[in-house]
């Protein structure tokens, strides 16, 4: 069963189109206020395929005309020219998200513009919305909807079998619909625009995989699953007179009427026990053939038959290439297909050959006798008519490398849908769960030469995407995906050579890179435990996701839940699906339970300081401050406790987190909340009423802050937006013609780029865009100055500093905190907030702070004025506080001192001195101490001549350090007596 966002999306809705109107889509026009805000162009990351193709329709009267459908991921029209597919329903938004999901398609023979779509992903709660017919009269550019009264099921059992949609080739105001769940035939008399139930069909379908299934999904009855037309049974203008219907029913699987569909019987003397797939009509030869299979598909199938009836004479003849009554038939039958150019020409697929690959059968002789694409040679060898050349698609091979008789790239399997060009003889083409194939000289088969396959499906891209990063350096994106695992991109326009190995995941749940050095990455996923019981569900990779190895894991873990890097790579937290958050120092060779943290929490790494890590879990934030070995609730409130909820940190800002999701539903809340405290408090902004997800990327020319990225509803609509002025004002990038339905599980923007961010789909694969070196107004203008700082709650090693806050145009980001020293003054911290407290000072000492407050832009204010104030005197006893400053720097390196004083009466024998660094500095040598440093983390105890300190007496240490990019100086440094 592919990934499905249903409850994301659904918490997202807003009205629905109305029966018949326009619904949008390629050139159609759209409102102003729907239309992008800012110009943005929209491609694909290059992955091309990477789900199932169900469907191929090929028109039977216009050369080149064809199309695709898919389960999760709309429809597609080929592009002869380029040899490529266009996408079709971008245009479908988060109301009707389950539109994306086609479970069959119709291409006009007369009008050969016109094209219908039966739309919708699930028939049980899953999808909200009922299913529709989408029509077009320009090839799929622009379409219009009718909404069914009953749901459709694009990604429910038996979605390959088909093809349900049909046209009347006599009379194309005539259009058919082979309903699911008991809702029988329906009828469309004016191309589409109105149906009504056939209401003379005795059989609308009984077949379940699984009846008794609670979910919904495996009880689904696919019903009536295919209509065909016998051309010749009417002439042009009148409605064609004798039409077959396939069910699913395993004791009645054939119907046909003889008077135009006003009455229906069932075909005599077909066979029974097993469900008719595909009925395929070859009018030139008066034969009606269909393929069987005990199953619905697409994944199983273990018996099954080809059978052709006469359709003069109502005789049957079983022409199966390896009949179900044979022991060497593991497999049903679908995937049938005639060459219109030679109508005793058919082949058929099986349904499913798992092992060692799909077969395809090929008769000339209407199915008199077969050959087998595959032969058997001296076991465990085969020899084969074909070859494959996935050279633009070198992925496809899984990262394999399979012993006899199986190979790599595998021929294919879900094989619903293979088709004959009626052009072209030579011309085939073939879904699978994977990809599209196709060979342009088929007839090599007939000829006893190899013909060769090769992937036909570049622009249909039908990945579901399940996280994005772009770090700062290396690939500009790594993908983590459903089905087939995930990629680095280190070309957007390239199909990437290979999917993550060593392991492979089937589907990687969660990515991370370490902020500071980002060549350090993580990935969480899936696979099923008992093909590999040994492999992890955890890999690491130091060379930016070129190549991976795997950690230990804990036990119990089946899924791969959500995996964080320290800013510095030191350290992962790892919260696998159902089981408790764990930490690892190093790459994953041993693992602790962390504490104060439910299982099931999302976790994610501050970007600054490798010591912390977050985490959130039904409507509570938890923090960690030690690297993940313990977590505390925080306590921030208002936020959502129902729905997908997403959150991330700001790369180079301590503590500047943003989190977005939740569900209005019942009650609950949804939108895009803002922390600058670690989680401790979040703000909600206004104006956005609903979110998905949120990311960063390279902050807009004269900007500090970086840009963010959403896809929400802001100010009443939904799409994808950006903020240059920390989510203050919001600009839609997107427009109508681009909603990708089913998208938001990922998105980010680019540390590298500005204006360009990369989103996820379900199903429509990864978009990426940029705004085409667009850049907001310059901000030149700074914030207020801020008032007068006021100490109050002052201790021997503390206080609390409060002003007034600062105004701006934009908005005020923040405020930096300075201590007077001199020549040079130090920074002491940085609050989002009119208030500050001062840890870590000297006792019965005067101190003089002042404040600076920011925009997003860059822009400081005016210093305010200084406040000072004396610490009061420390306790009667031993204590002790530490002053850090820098006392020399050059390009990379610098050297610090330490002053340590006991700030008590009494004498102490011994001290130590905590601090982290904030920019990733590292201290290369000390002297008149002992240091230790973990990442950022570092603790430096006295020497042993130098731990006594009388009362008031004072010692100090240096060292030498390097650095990059920047040398702040540490916010807190903490001094205990000994």
């Known amino acids: 069963m592919r990934r499905r966002l249903f409850s994301v999306l659904a918490a997202v809705a807003v009205a629905c189109a109305a029966v018949g109107t326009a619904v949008g889509g390629g050139a159609a026009s759209v409102s102003p206020s729907s239309a992008a805000a800012e110009p943005y162009e929209w491609k694909n990351v290059r992955i091309d395929g990477g789900g199932f193709v169900p469907g191929i329709v090929f028109n039977q009267t216009e050369k080149d005309l064809i199309y695709a459908r898919t389960d999760i991921g709309g429809a597609y029209r080929w592009e002869q020219a380029s040899r490529s597919w266009t996408p079709l329903l971008d245009w479908v938004g988060w109301d009707k998200w389950g539109y994306n999901g086609v479970v069959s398609l119709a291409t006009d023979p007369v009008e050969t513009g016109r094209v219908y779509v039966a739309a919708g992903m699930y028939t049980n709660d899953w999808d909200p919305n009922n299913g529709a017919v989408l029509r077009s009269a320009d090839k799929g550019r622009t379409w219009q909807a009718t909404p069914l009264p009953f749901k459709l099921g694009g990604n429910m059992p038996g979605r390959g079998m088909g093809e349900r949609l049909a046209v009347d080739p006599n009379d194309n105001g005539v259009v058919y619909l082979g309903a699911p769940e008991g809702n029988g035939l329906w009828r469309s008399t004016d191309k589409g ?63 046909s009427s003889a008077d135009a569909g006003v009455t229906w019987t069932r075909v005599a003397g077909q066979p029974t026990g097993y469900i008719a797939h595909k009925g395929v009509l070859d009018h030139a030869g008066h034969a009606l053939y269909i393929a069987t299979s005990d199953t619905g598909g697409p994944y199983d199938g273990g018996k099954g038959d080809v059978w052709k009836l006469d359709t003069v004479t109502g005789a049957w003849t079983r022409i199966s290439p390896i009949p179900s009554s044979s022991a060497d038939d593991y497999f049903g039958y679908s995937g049938l297909t005639i060459d219109r150019l030679h109508p005793g020409t058919l082949m058929v697929a099986t349904q499913v050959s798992w092992w060692p690959d799909v077969i395809f059968f090929r008769s000339t002789d209407a199915g008199a006798t077969w050959t087998r694409i595959w032969d058997w040679a001296s076991y465990p060898n085969r020899t084969f008519r074909y070859k494959m050349d996935i050279s633009s698609s070198p992925w496809l091979t899984f990262g394999a490398n399979p012993q006899p008789p199986e190979t790599t790239p595998k021929l294919g399997w879900m094989t619903e849908s293979l088709e004959i060009d009626p052009f072209d003889s030579n011309r085939m083409m073939y879904g699978t769960g994977a990809t599209l194939y196709g060979t342009e000289d088929l007839l090599k088969w007939d000829t006893g030469g190899q013909f060769t396959i090769k992937p036909m499906v570049r622009g249909l891209e039908e990945t579901a995407v399940l996280d994005l990063i772009s770090p700062p350096s290396g690939a500009p994106l790594v993908s983590g995906l459903g089905d087939i695992g995930g990629f680095r991109h280190t070309d957007l326009a390239a199909v990437p050579p290979m999917m993550f190995t060593s392991p492979v995941f089937t589907s990687t749940t969660s990515l991370d890179y370490a902020e500071t050095k980002p060549a350090v990455m993580v990935r969480a996923g899936n696979f099923t435990d008992a093909d590999r019981p040994s492999d992890s569900h955890v890999a690491f990779s130091t060379d930016g996701g070129a190549n991976w190895f795997q950690g230990t894991e804990p036990g119990g873990i089946n899924e791969g839940g959500t995996v964080a890097a320290a800013a510095d790579g030191s350290r992962f ?13 190093g790459f994953g060779t041993s693992w602790t339970a962390s504490t104060g943290i439910p299982a099931g929490a999302v976790v994610e790494s501050d970007r600054v300081n490798p010591a912390r890590f977050y985490g959130f879990g039904a409507g509570r934030f938890y923090a960690s401050t030690d690297g993940g070995a313990s977590f505390a609730a925080t306590a921030a409130t208002g936020l959502p406790a129902t729905g997908n909820v997403k959150f991330k940190a700001v790369p180079g800002r301590e503590g500047d987190i943003w989190l977005a999701g939740g569900d209005t539903a019942a009650g609950g809340t949804s939108g895009i909340w803002h922390s600058t405290d670690g989680g401790a408090s979040f703000t909600k902004l206004s104006g956005v009423t609903s979110a998905v997800n949120i990311g960063f990327g390279k902050a807009a020319p004269g900007r500090a802050y970086q840009a963010l990225y959403a896809v929400a509803t802001v100010g009443g609509v939904n799409g994808v937006f950006r903020s240059d002025d920390t989510g203050a004002s919001w600009v839609r990038i997107n427009d109508d013609r681009h909603r990708y339905g089913n998208m938001g599980e990922a998105v980010t923007g680019d540390p590298r780029v500005y204006g360009r961010v990369y989103l996820g789909t379900n199903g429509r694969g990864i978009l990426y865009a940029d705004n085409g070196g667009t850049v907001p107004p310059d901000d030149t203008t700074p914030p207020s100055r801020p008032g007068t ?163 008031g007496a004072s010692t100090a240490f240096g060292f030498g350090g390097s650095w990059t990019g920047a040398n702040g100086v540490p916010a807190t440094v903490t001094c205990t007596a000994g």
């Open 789 to 951: 700082p006021a100490a109050s709650a002052i201790t021997s090693s503390g206080a609390t500093l409060t002003w007034t806050a600062s105004t701006d145009d934009t908005a005020v980001t923040g405020y930096d905190v300075y201590r007077e020293a001199g020549a040079t003054d130090v920074k002491a911290g940085s609050s989002s907030s009119a208030s500050f407290a001062l840890t870590g000072l000297a006792a019965d000492t005067s101190h003089t702070y002042y404040v600076v407050a920011r925009d997003g832009a860059g822009n400081s204010s005016t210093a305010s004025g200084p406040v000072t104030f004396r610490t009061a005197a420390g306790p009667v006893g031993g204590g002790c506080a530490a002053a850090y400053k820098v006392t020399n720097s050059w390009p990379g390196g610098f050297q610090g001192e330490v002053t340590v004083k006991n700030t008590g009466t009494s004498a102490i024998s011994a001290w130590t001195v905590k601090w982290s660094f904030p920019d990733g500095q590292t201290i290369t040598q000390l002297w008149s101490g002992v240091h230790t440093q973990t990442g950022a983390d570092v603790t430096v105890g006295n020497a042993g001549w130098n731990g006594g300190l009388g009362g």
């Open 193 to 255: 625009v109105t149906w009504a139930k056939v209401t003379s069909f005795p059989n609308p379908g009984n077949y379940a995989q699984d009846p008794s299934d609670p979910n919904g999904y495996l009880s689904h009855r696919p019903g009536v699953v295919w209509v065909t037309f016998d051309p010749s049974s009417a002439t042009a203008g009148q409605r064609t007179q004798r039409i077959y219907v396939g069910v699913a029913d395993k004791e009645n699987t054939v119907y």
């Open 573 to 585: 937290v790892w919260a696998p699906k159902g089981v408790a958050v764990h930490r690892s120092t």
